[in-house]
């Protein structure tokens, strides 16, 4: 990339090229590149190594990566738990039930708790957020009637045979 664009690749271009592989069920050629890169991969490669192993259902490069991505997570209690999280949905996907309630447990165990999603959105300039999981927003029971007839909507729409 330097020769060719005069453009040293950061960390950033490394989990953009990642994540590209991934997406294309490329994992082998992924974990290829990041074991060829030239400095120690950061969290967000092997996130997205790991993004893509649950994609594609891919076990024991998923445990590699989450191995190496608790290592340089610098005890970071978000990315642990999320990554322990990702591994227990792959083990789920591929039917090792054992396994993923053994990770569950010891998310458990180590009183480890995932962070509620959270989003944010801006009507006539007042800012609205939700988290997952909350029910106290005052317009609660209207939210959620329109986000029904809009699932509802969806799934036929999906339904229809043109």
Avoid at 7 to 19: G, K
Avoid at 25 to 44: C, H, N, Q, W, Y
Avoid at 105 to 118: A, F, L, N, V
Wanted: net charge negative.
């Amino acid at each position: 990339m330097k020769a060719q664009y005069g453009i040293v690749p950061t960390h950033e271009h490394y989990s953009c090229v990642i994540d590209l592989l991934c997406k294309a069920g490329r994992l082998s050629d992924a974990f290829e590149v990041i074991r060829r890169m030239p400095t120690k991969p950061l969290a967000s490669v092997w996130g997205a190594l790991l993004s893509g192993c649950r994609i594609h259902n891919n076990v024991d490069l998923a445990e590699i990566a989450v191995e190496q991505l608790l290592q340089v997570a610098n005890d970071d209690r978000g990315e642990e738990v999320g990554a322990y999280v990702q591994l227990s949905n792959i083990y789920l996907g591929a039917r090792r039930s054992e396994d993923a309630l053994r990770i569950r447990k010891m998310i458990g165990e180590k009183g480890i708790k995932k962070t509620p999603g959270c989003s944010m959105l801006e009507v006539d300039g007042k800012v609205n957020e939700f988290v997952s999981g909350d029910v106290s927003h005052s317009h609660c029971v209207q939210i959620c009637t329109m986000l029904d007839l809009i699932s509802a909507d969806s799934v036929q729409d999906q339904n229809h045979v043109c």
